[in-house]
T-cell receptor
Framework: EPEVTQTPSHQVTQMGQEVILRCVPISNHLYFYWYRQILGQKVEFLVSFYNNEISEKSEIFDDRFSVERPDGSNFTLKIRSTKLEDSAMYFC??????????FGSGTRLTVV | QKEVEQNSGPLSVPEGAIASLNCTYSDRGSQSFFWYRQYSGKSPELIMFIYSNGDKEDGRFTAQLNKASQYVSLLIRDSQPSDSATYLCAVNGRNTPLVFGKGTRLSVIA
């Protein structure tokens, strides 16, 4: 069964540093998303991406965050100037038709 | 602000019983309704979706939707210890991203 692949599984970074989280969505999917889940809290929407541009973003997705689809297969989330409160599990998801997202296994980001 | 509300639980049921999980949502324009299962430390896994009022069955799972009451539920028949997880209700409209509830933690006692 096709799956969404995320790397790395765990990333530790110092506060103020930049991190890039990587995702390979399912190949025939057209819609891509990033969500995050702080420990013990709900899964929160960050950004959606369609047709090579951001289609919607949440208040969490401030100007420190950016997304890119650099080569037609990878989908990346970059966080600049990381803060302690960015520590969370980050999930990439993709869907074929804007319904029924398939989630990757996640990247646990720890900012120290 | 679109909200999806779930009782956080834990909901404890004995093995073999029916587990009933409930969800309400605030946006009347919502069109699609999903149930995801999330094991501790893992990613959400889609188990059911429903678009129309009424019931939809898939194996031991039944999703129920009542748009007039803005209410979605998930029934799990013959509950097994392996069903113990957090169940996330998620809702979206056309061209809007999924909004998740906090989830209900289910514990099936052997």
């Amino acid at each position: 069964e096709p799956e969404v692949t995320q790397t790395p599984s765990h990333q530790v970074t110092q506060m103020g540093q930049e991190v890039i989280l990587r995702c390979v969505p399912i190949s025939n999917h057209l819609y891509f998303y990033w969500y995050r889940q702080i420990l013990g809290q709900k899964v929160e929407f960050l950004v959606s991406f369609y047709n090579n541009e951001i289609s919607e973003k949440s208040e969490i997705f401030d100007d420190r965050f950016s997304v890119e689809r650099p080569d037609g297969s990878n989908f990346t989330l970059k966080i600049r100037s990381t803060k302690l409160e960015d520590s969370a599990m980050y999930f990439c998801a993709s869907s074929r038709d804007d319904y029924g997202y398939t989630f990757g296994s996640g990247t646990r980001l720890t900012v120290v | 602000q679109k909200e999806v509300e779930q009782n956080s639980g834990p909901l404890s049921v004995p093995e073999g019983a029916i587990a009933s999980l409930n969800c309400t949502y605030s946006d009347r324009g919502s069109q699609s309704f999903f149930w995801y299962r999330q094991y501790s430390g893992k990613s959400p896994e889609l188990i059911m979706f429903i678009y129309s009022n009424g019931d939809k069955e898939d194996g031991r799972f039944t999703a129920q939707l009542n748009k007039a009451s803005q209410y979605v539920s998930l029934l799990i028949r013959d509950s097994q210890p392996s069903d113990s997880a957090t169940y996330l209700c998620a809702v979206n409209g056309r061209n809007t991203p999924l909004v998740f509830g906090k989830g209900t933690r289910l514990s099936v006692i052997a």
